[in-house]
């Protein structure tokens, strides 16, 4: 692959961006002594071997950001394996690609050629395929949502597995690449906006979940040897086969959390790390199926989360229409975020931070370049050199995610319940 053709593809705009256990939840293992899950130790210079788990759509992009870091960036890496349920998907992925091909994830993390596994599966596998890896000895880059919206428990079991683990977690909230939000961060510790009291973001696009979005392959398709149905499933309702759910499963609520969980996460992960906080006291949520009627899951969500520190975060959506408003721009789907202190606010406008004074302060306007904007194959390496390191503070670790999803989780499942959510901090549960 050329250069030319990486920048096309990698590079992306800094816009674009008390309930029971669920469905794979496995025990809390808050307070208990674990054994660190350790793995092979790395030289700086040592050839990390990948291997991916899920071969569909979204693959594509880490699988070419992996070979454009072997091939034009001179990273010791080699793609080694892949894993897919739809053997037709897997053998692309591995002629294309190379590596050695597998339909079951628990053989790739038995492989002792993978150090690295790349999860981009459907959301209600995330949780329990990156605990495997975490125990497997491999290092973890998760797409997003690092859980399906009904798995709080396992969302918790996996943060705790990954604190005890000498692994590196890093989940696909490629974003966290943009300068911008980690300038913003350093802006809000030195207090320019004063104490924080709200922040917006959003998600704002025209839906394509649905034929055009996501094509069903082969409409003959059946369960067999080359399409495991039951392995898709996992610990999810048990269906009779569909070839709809299987290849459009984004469309339906066993699988994934409409704009939520699938799209907030681009938005929220970066506000929350600009701010600084954790675990939020209570949420409520918004929104329905107000213009596509053919999907089970919701096309437009707002969601208010207030954080036991005296702040709001409102981060509102929908898959019915694509404009920004007056923070948006270039035409990227993702609204850029909105900080507000009881001194002034944060935004960004172009290639710029922009601090506007809140009426009655007595700062001054002002604007700060960002240093650089949104790269995907750099998060890549980035993670890699934590893989190498030892280091854990990855661009997007598995704390963020944790904080991330529970506050999603908690509005899609209030939202669900005509409630409002809220957290219990001792307990570490949801309150419903």
């Known amino acids: 692959m050329n250069e030319s053709k990486e920048n096309r593809s990698a590079k992306i705009s800094r816009r674009g961006f008390m309930y029971g256990a669920g469905t794979i939840a496995g025990a809390a293992i808050v307070g208990v002594a674990q054994k660190p899950f350790v793995g092979r130790v790395l030289g700086a210079n040592e050839r990390l071997g990948i291997g991916f ?56 993390l038995a492989d002792p050629k993978v150090d690295v596994v790349c999860i981009a599966t459907p959301d209600h596998h995330h949780g329990q395929q990156a605990i495997d890896a975490i125990k497997a000895g491999k290092h973890v880059y998760c797409e997003k949502p690092v859980t399906h919206w009904r798995q709080f428990e396992l969302t918790k079991k ?28 350093k802006l809000v510790v030195d207090g320019l906006i004063g104490q924080p009291i709200h922040a917006e973001c959003g998600y704002f696009r025209v839906g394509d979940w649905g034929e055009r979005g996501m094509p069903i392959d082969d409409p003959n398709a059946k369960p067999g040897p080359d399409l495991n149905w039951e392995a898709f499933l996992g610990d999810m309702p048990k269906r009779p086969f569909d070839a709809s759910r299987f290849f459009r499963w984004r469309m339906y609520e066993d699988y994934a959390g409409g704009p939520s969980t699938d799209l907030f996460p681009h938005s929220l992960t970066p506000v929350l790390h600009i701010l600084g ?44 229409n694509d404009y920004q408003g007056p923070a948006g721009g270039r035409g990227a789907p993702g609204r850029v975020p909105v900080i507000r202190g009881w001194d002034g606010t944060l935004t960004i406008q172009g290639n710029e931070i922009v601090f506007v004074p809140a009426d009655g302060s007595k700062k001054k ?7 650089h904007g949104e790269d995907f194959t750099g998060y890549w390496r980035g993670f890699l050199a934590c893989c190498r390191s030892g280091k854990k503070e990855t661009a997007s670790t598995m704390d963020l995610a944790f904080y991330v999803q529970t506050a999603l989780q908690m509005g899609m499942l209030g939202l669900r319940a005509g409630k409002t959510a809220r957290f219990d901090p001792d307990k570490e549960q949801i309150v419903l």
């Open 365 to 371: 306007p002002q604007r700060f370049p960002i240093e």
């Open 158 to 185: 996996l943060a705790h597995t990954v604190r005890d683990s000498d692994r590196a977690f890093q989940l696909g909230s490629q974003g966290m690449s943009d300068s911008a939000y980690h300038q913003m961060r």
């Open 277 to 320: 906080v954790k675990m939020p006291s209570a949420v409520v949520a918004t929104g329905g199926k107000f213009r596509y009627q053919d999907r089970e899951i919701p096309d437009t969500f707002n969601t208010l989360i207030d954080y036991p520190e005296g702040i709001t975060v409102a981060v509102l959506g929908t898959q019915g």
């Open 53 to 108: 788990i899920g071969c569909g759509g979204r693959s594509g992009a880490h699988f070419d950001a992996v070979h454009w870091l072997k091939t034009q960036g001179k990273e010791p890496v080699e793609i080694v394996a892949a894993c897919d349920v739809y053997r037709p998907r897997l053998n692309k992925r591995v002629e294309g690609f190379g590596g050695k091909a597998y339909m079951d994830y628990r053989e790739l």
